[in-house]
């Protein structure tokens, strides 16, 4: 997640017109969301970190196991949901190129597990925006396609 900062107060709203909000801001660093849910039960978790690594994801798997799931003998997920979000960053085809590997990284992981433990756990991925996915980044776009084919994401 890109955080964002005002450059300028914003104008409160009167009668005559709503709130005026100039739209100019400073990128203020970014943020990595972390969830897990249940809907099902209606439970949800969510943590924030600076960083996305293995060790922040082995930290966060080992709190819920250790937490909320202690008590149970084996835990089978079902799904494991990725977002990409890329808004017009300055360094496009690094940034999507890492978001792309780490898909086919996971995807290999989750394709293991299924082949190894029989746990079958469904991939999906989101990508966002029009502009940076479908005019600036066809070439990745052709990457997830080929994924979808080898069945390491579901379409």
């Not at 709203?13 to 972390?34: L, P, Q, S, W």
């Not at 008590?71 to 496009?92: L, M």
Request: proline share 3%.
């Amino acid at each position: 997640m890109q955080l964002l900062k005002e450059t300028r107060t914003p104008i409160l709203a009167t009668r005559e017109h709503g709130k005026r909000v100039d739209y100019e801001y400073e990128r203020a660093g970014t943020a990595n969301i972390f969830m897990f849910t249940e809907p099902l039960v209606g439970w949800r978790q969510v943590s924030v970190r600076a960083t996305k690594t293995k060790a922040d994801w082995a930290v966060e798997k080992a709190g819920l196991l250790e937490g909320r799931y202690a008590a149970c003998p084996k835990v089978n997920p079902i799904a494991v949901w990725e977002v990409k979000e890329h808004y017009h960053t300055t360094t496009f085809g690094s940034r999507v190129s890492g978001a792309i590997y780490e898909t086919l990284l996971d995807g290999m992981e989750l394709d293991e597990l299924r082949e190894n433990e029989g746990v079958d756990v469904k991939h999906y991925l989101m990508v966002n925006t029009y502009k940076t996915w479908w005019e600036d980044g066809r070439s990745y776009i052709c990457r997830i396609i080929d994924m979808l084919h080898v069945g390491l994401l579901i379409g």
